[in-house]
């Protein structure tokens, strides 16, 4: 979806029983980000929204450094954080983890596999522990479950996006598409020039 460079539209104040209404969906969608909302998007704080190409939305702050993205959306599917905003708090979402063979295809924009995630090096919810302890039990996630794609070997999120089947049936296929579109690092969205 991002795969080329973004030239980002108007710039327009969110109405605060909008930005009121995107921080209740929030709290519904992620619920556990709720108890520190308030730090992601402020009260008093004015929200503005970027129009993207394709029906994109993506939603911003201003800050010190100029503007910060939180989260898009496309059309009517989900509200979706940005890679800047996972990176502050990784710990709120859930996580896959590709092996390092998929690695470089996450990075260019392509569709993330199934046999990246259940090969040797990927890492879909199970029961057991590994050896970091960042992996404990995890339930099984649901077709559009909204999850962060984490890289072997390596310490932040590469990519986020929804997933196209559940994990139960990505453990028993073992093939097929898992994220269709995903928002990379080093993806159009990534390197968008919002000052």
Known sequence: MFKKDINPGPKTKLKSSAQRAVRTKLCETYPQIAPYIDQIVPKKEQL?????????????????HGVEPLF???MDDAIIPHLR????YPDFFPRVRVDRGAIRFVMSGAALMVPGLTSQGGRLPQEEKDDTGRWGKQEELEKGTVVIVEAEGKENACAIGAL????????TAKKGIAI??????????????LD
């Open 48 to 64: 503005d929204v970027i129009k993207l190409p394709d029906r994109t939305t993506l939603y911003t702050l201003p800050s010190k």
């Open 164 to 171: 196209e089947m559940s994990t139960q049936e990505m453990k």
């Open 72 to 74: 898009y959306q496309h």
């Open 85 to 88: 905003l996972i990176h502050r």
């Open 180 to 193: 269709e579109a995903p928002h990379s690092l080093g993806d159009g969205l990534w390197r968008m020039n």
